[in-house]
């Protein structure tokens, strides 16, 4: 069941521009993944941060993570016209994921 | 990260029928979901299948309209029976690793007619 939103529904940047979506979530997690999910097709796991850590990195994805305030956010530095696609937070709780409502994100050339 | 496959990518199907969609994984896994994406929207959860048990529903999703088989440790199937066009979605199956990442299936595209 989804138990989380996120914010923006929608961001259209400039190319070389940085993207910040945020997500929220309802209950305790073992840890928060993001996915990337382009045109409809499957999903592409982008990083997984853990509950007892507060920020992480992957090339060009920076995730943070705030339990106190159940939230998490993923910022994309430098983007490109591929990483238009759709974004999705995903907590997971006793082996389940629950999804965010995900942001559309569209990078202009 | 384990490798996953699903058949059918799409099918175009008429209402009343049934529908049976596989999973293959290139490695042992023990929990093996499957999500529906409905158009539009984020994914839904709709049960949880391990290897040896009998599948575990989430509220709203029910074994007469979404049955699940699970032979062994890389392969499942979900039939969506008695087909209506609210069944439309995109039905994806994952497999959580070790790490307890969660990976995907490139998903199958379902219209009902």
């Known amino acids: 069941s989804q138990q989380g939103e996120e914010d923006p529904q929608a961001l259209s940047i400039q190319e070389g521009e940085n993207a910040t979506m945020n997500c929220s979530y309802k209950?305790?997690?073992?840890?928060l993944q993001w996915y990337r999910q382009n045109s409809g097709r499957g999903l592409v796991h982008l990083i997984l941060?853990?509950?007892?850590?507060r920020e992480k990195h992957s090339g060009r994805l920076r995730v943070t993570l705030d339990t106190s305030k159940k939230s998490s956010s993923l910022l994309i530095t430098a983007s490109r016209a591929a990483d238009t696609a759709s974004y999705f937070c995903?907590?997971?709780?006793?082996?389940?994921?629950?999804f965010g409502a995900g942001t559309t994100v569209t990078v202009r050339a | 990260s384990a490798v996953i496959s699903q058949k059918p990518s799409r099918d175009i199907c008429q209402r009343g029928t049934s529908l049976t969609i596989q999973c293959q994984v290139d490695?042992?896994?023990?929990?093996m979901f499957w999500y529906r994406q409905q158009p539009g929207q984020s994914l839904t959860l709709i049960a949880t299948?391990?290897?040896?048990?009998?599948?575990?529903?989430e509220s709203g999703f029910v074994i007469d309209k979404f049955p699940i088989s699970r032979p062994n440790l890389t392969f499942s199937t979900l039939t969506v029976s008695n087909m209506s066009p609210e069944d439309s979605s995109i039905y994806l199956c994952?497999?959580?690793?070790?790490?307890?990442?969660?990976?995907f299936g490139p998903g199958t595209r379902l219209t009902v007619t």
């Open positions: 994952s497999v959580e690793e070790i790490t307890e990442e969660q990976y």
């Open positions: 209950t305790s997690i073992n840890n």
């Open positions: 941060i853990r509950s007892n850590e």
């Open positions: 995903a907590s997971l709780n006793d082996y389940k994921l629950s």
């Open positions: 490695s042992q896994v023990t929990m």
């Open positions: 299948a391990n290897q040896g048990s009998e599948a575990t529903y």
